[in-house]
Antibody, heavy 118, light 111 residues
Framework: EVQLVESGGGLVQPGGSLRLSCTASRLTFSSYWMSWVRQAPGRGLEWVANIKQDGSEKYYVDSVKGRFTISRDNAKNSLYLQMNSLRDEDTAVYFC???????????WGQGTLVTVSS | QSALTQPASVSGSPGQSITISCTGTNSDIGSYNLVSWYQHHPGKAPKLMIYEVSERPSGVSNRFSGSKSGNTASLTISGLQTEDEADYYCCSYAVTKKSYVFGTGTKVTVL
């Protein structure tokens, strides 16, 4: 079965940094765009960023531009999200997802929790 | 970009049909057939149920169907079952903005 596993979440103070990882197995990682999506406590899903197969294009939601950086290592079947200058409102479960037909997100991980608090 | 608008909750009895609406704008739902729907049981990975407005991925029950009219997309669940109880999110890809926008989410309750 296809598997995406996120890691790297935890408790961090406001203004701090954290790097999330997502490792893929049993799916063709390098041939697809990949996304990060988050869900704040009690809130809905929010798309955060995505990256093209070769890393040449990256796009972000306005609220994280200049603070978050998405990257990938196809040799390691891994996706990353470097999060800097973290704010309270970045507290959320972060999911990685593979993009499929019609810009849908057809495979998701179970998520990793990021808590920004002093 | 503002979230797409969904009803907060929809309920139905087993065997009934329910429809969840998802309202966007001319910049997202209205311009492209790039609407997808996700089922999310809290604590688990979201699951793709519909893509490109009305296409079903392999393995998804044909009780789930999607449609679109103007700036509003809809997800219909027919023959409601207890395992359908979950949160449902619509999503649209806005080509010109190169970004996704999700709906506000709908909690489906099976009475």
């Amino acid at each position: 079965e296809v598997q995406l596993v996120e890691s790297g979440g935890g408790l961090v103070q406001p203004g701090g940094s954290l790097r999330l990882s997502c490792t893929a197995s049993r799916l063709t990682f390098s041939s697809y765009w990949m996304s990060w999506v988050r869900q704040a406590p009690g809130r809905g899903l929010e798309w955060v960023a995505n990256i093209k197969q070769d890393g040449s294009e990256k796009y972000y939601v306005d609220s994280v531009k200049g603070r978050f950086t998405i990257s990938r290592d196809n040799a390691k079947n891994s996706l990353y999200l470097q999060m800097n200058s973290l704010r309270d409102e970045d507290t959320a479960v972060y999911f990685c997802a593979r993009e499929g037909s019609g810009w849908s997100l057809n495979y998701w991980g179970q998520g990793t929790l990021v808590t920004v608090s002093s | 970009q503002s979230a797409l608008t969904q009803p907060a909750s929809v309920s139905g009895s087993p065997g009934q049909s329910i429809t969840i609406s998802c309202t966007g704008t001319n910049s997202d739902i209205g311009s492209y057939n790039l609407v997808s729907w996700y089922q999310h049981h809290p604590g688990k990975a979201p699951k793709l149920m519909i893509y490109e407005v009305s296409e079903r991925p392999s393995g998804v029950s044909n009780r789930f169907s999607g449609s679109k009219s103007g700036n509003t997309a809809s997800l219909t669940i027919s023959g409601l079952q207890t395992e359908d109880e979950a949160d449902y999110y619509c999503c649209s890809y806005a080509v010109t903005k190169k970004s996704y926008v999700f709906g506000t989410g709908t909690k489906v309750t099976v009475l």
